[in-house]
Structures are given as C-alpha cells and as structure tokens.
Nanobody, 122 residues
Framework: QVQLVESGGGLVQPGGSLGLSCAAS????????VGWYRQAPGKERELVARIARSRWTTTNYTESVKGRFTISQDTALNTVSLQMNNLKPEDTAVYYCYANIYTYRTGSLDYWGQGTQVTVSS
C-alpha cells in the first residue's frame, strides 16, 4: 500500500521562506507525476507545482508562484520537495502532496498526503 507523508509547513512572516517535503513509501514501481496542491479557506484546491515524467520531464507552476517556489524530486528516495521563498499572505493554505504512482498490484493510481498548514502572517 502506498503512502505519502508530508513534513514542513508552519507559520512564517511575509517575505520569508519555508520548505515542504513529501516521502512516498510502499510497493512503488514508478512515480509518473508528483506535485503540490493547496487549498485556502473557502476556495477550491489548486495546483501549485508538479513534475511529470514520461519520455521527458516537464515541470509546471501556477502563475502566482513562478519565480518564488521551486519543486524538486529525488527519484532514488521517492521524495518531492517544495521550496517556497518570498511568501505572501495569499499563499496561506493547506498544502497537499500528490503523486500518480504505478504498482504491480493496482496499476497507476492517484495518491494524496494528509496536508500541512502554511500560514503567512505578520
């Protein structure tokens, strides 16, 4: 059974930095897509950043975080990280790790972490 466990998050002042990390465990054969989503109070969950691997690797960011956030993946350790710099109050949300993972037993399925709170406030 696949699990995604997140760490990081917390409270930071505007302009500060935080890092999030997510580790995938289980009978993983391949990780096709990894990413981070967020959901602010009263809003829908939105994509923040993702890395998709097929014949080539593509990385996407939502417009509002470009130049401030960096997503990275360690394929050997099955981890994905999100470095967030120059944080703004509007970045406040619960951040969720996401992965599309292939196992022999289930094929390719979507998995989610439990969510971690990021609060940007002075």
């Amino acid at each position: 059974q696949v699990q995604l466990v997140e760490s990081g998050g917390g409270l930071v002042q505007p302009g500060g930095s935080l890092g999030l990390s997510c580790a995938a465990s289980g009978d993983i054969i391949a990780i096709n897509i990894v990413g981070w989503y967020r959901q602010a109070p009263g809003k829908e969950r939105e994509l923040v950043a993702r890395i998709a691997r097929s014949r080539w690797t593509t990385t996407n960011y939502t417009e509002s975080v470009k130049g401030r956030f960096t997503i990275s993946q360690d394929t050997a350790l099955n981890t994905v990280s999100l470095q967030m710099n120059n944080l703004k109050p509007e970045d406040t949300a619960v951040y969720y790790c996401y992965a599309n993972i292939y196992t022999y037993r289930t094929g390719s399925l979507d998995y989610w972490g439990q969510g971690t709170q990021v609060t940007v406030s002075s």
